[in-house]
Each structure stands twice: as structure tokens, then as C-alpha cells.
T-cell receptor, first 115, second 114 residues
Framework: GESVGLHLPTLSVQEGDNSIINCAYS??????FIWYKQESGKGPQFIID?????DKRQGQRVTVLLNKTVKHLSLQIAATQPGDSAVYFC??????????????FGKGTKLSVKP | DTGVSQNPRHKITKRGQNVTFRCDPI?????LYWYRQTLGQGPEFLTY????????KSRLLSDRFSAERPKGSFSTLEIQRTEQGDSAMYLC????????????FGSGTQLSVL
């Protein structure tokens, strides 16, 4: 079936470096994408979102890039800090007829920041 | 705290017992979602409500699962005759508006079925 997936299950970076977390999606009907951060014992926390009519969106220290041609989504974190250590999920909204759709999550990438 | 609140945080039960979880969404949010998450996986959609109406249910939501949102505010998720495979984190999320916007998640209820 179609699903959201991640290229790398784990990522280790040095504090202060930039991090890039990648995500592949396969459903061309997806019109909305979100990145979430989840710390141990907590629910997912919204980071940034992007609609399919955009290819880039920036937030505070984070940038999301969307390449619809190759169905690829990435999250860039600038100047990674120890507090960024968490599992990161990308999620896509697959719009269905008669429904607003719902978010389908990938398996997640664990980001570890070394001091 | 004005975030999504879930109770209890943890629930341990014996196989065959019924359990009920509660979710209090952010007060002005009209849409409420339930997800299930197992270790190492992303959350999986179960069902969602717009106000008090349950608009969509996943195939994951077997007949043993029932969710309600009687007054369009808090919601409950009940699992009857629990099985070991029901052990998971049950997450509630809410949002507002008509289209799918960003979901605000609670901290979840961790269910362990012995």
C-alpha cells in the first residue's frame, strides 16, 4: 500500500551543526504535510507544515522543503541543539472523497545531538 | 494548562477487561482525533469527530472499540474485552476549522494489557 516513509531511521549530529531529516511519500493525492517532534513520554509536537502548492517554508531554525516531482519532503534544522534530540515524524494528509482526510504518519527518525 | 488533556496517563489491565480513556481537547477546537501508537512506529489514525459527529473510522477500529463525544467537547475511547495486541499509546489530538490543519496532541494514555 501507499505510505509515508523515511530514508534514515537514526541520525546523529554534533551540536551546532545543521540537521536534515528526509521523508518519502508515495501518494500524489496528498495535499498537506506536517513535521512533528516527539520526545520520550510525550505526544507529537507540531514543528512546521507545508501545503502542496508550496515548495519551501521557513520557521524559526527550521525549513521544510517539498519536491513533488520526486515525492520527497525534508526538514532542515539549523544550529542543532541538545533540546532538538527527539523522534521526528513526517505526516501527509491524503484527501479522500467526502472526507477532509486524515494524517498518515511515517515511522520516524530519531535525532541524537552530541554536545 | 490549555493544551489537550488525556486521562489516565497509564493504564494496566488484564486481558478481557474493559478500559475507558478520556480526552479533553483545547476548548475552542471543534475536531477531535484518536490515534494509536506502538513502540517505534508513527501514530495510526483511529477515528475523528467534528463537534459531536463521528465522521470517519479506520479499519483499525474493531467492533471492540467505541468512541464518543456526546456534547462536542470531551471524548471517550472504550476498548472492550482487551487483548494483548491492544497494548499501545492512545493519543488524542484536536484542531479547529473545516479543513485539515495542524493537530495538537495530548501526551497520550499508555495501555498495557497483561
Amino acid at each position: 500500500g501507499e505510505s509515508v516513509g523515511l530514508h534514515l531511521p537514526t541520525l546523529s549530529v554534533q551540536e551546532g551543526d545543521n540537521s536534515i531529516i528526509n521523508c518519502a511519500y508515495s501518494n500524489s493525492a496528498s495535499d498537506y504535510f506536517i513535521w512533528y517532534k516527539q520526545e520520550s513520554g510525550k505526544g507529537p509536537q507540531f514543528i512546521i507544515d507545508i501545503r502542496s502548492n508550496m515548495d519551501k517554508r521557513q520557521g524559526q531554525r527550521v525549513t521544510v522543503l517539498l519536491n513533488k516531482t520526486v515525492k520527497h519532503l525534508s526538514l532542515q534544522i539549523a544550529a542543532t541543539q541538545p533540546g532538538d534530540s527527539a523522534v521526528y515524524f513526517c505526516a501527509e494528509n491524503i484527501r479522500k472523497e467526502g472526507s477532509q482526510g486524515n494524517l498518515i504518519f511515517g515511522k520516524g527518525t530519531k535525532l541524537s545531538v552530541k554536545p | 494548562d490549555t493544551g489537550v488533556s488525556q486521562n489516565p496517563r497509564h493504564k494496566i489491565t488484564k486481558r478481557g477487561q474493559n478500559v475507558t480513556f478520556r480526552c479533553d481537547p483545547i476548548s475552542e477546537h471543534n475536531r477531535l482525533y484518536w490515534y494509536r501508537q506502538t513502540l517505534g512506529q508513527g501514530p495510526e489514525f483511529l477515528t475523528y469527530f467534528q463537534n459531536e459527529a463521528q465522521l470517519e473510522k479506520s479499519r483499525l477500529l474493531s467492533d471492540r472499540f467505541s468512541a464518543e463525544r456526546p456534547k462536542g467537547s470531551f471524548s471517550t475511547l472504550e476498548i472492550q474485552r482487551t487483548e494483548q495486541g491492544d497494548s499501545a499509546m492512545y493519543l488524542c489530538a484536536s484542531t479547529y476549522g473545516q479543513g485539515l490543519g495542524k493537530l495538537f496532541f495530548g501526551s497520550g494514555t499508555q495501555l498495557s494489557v497483561l
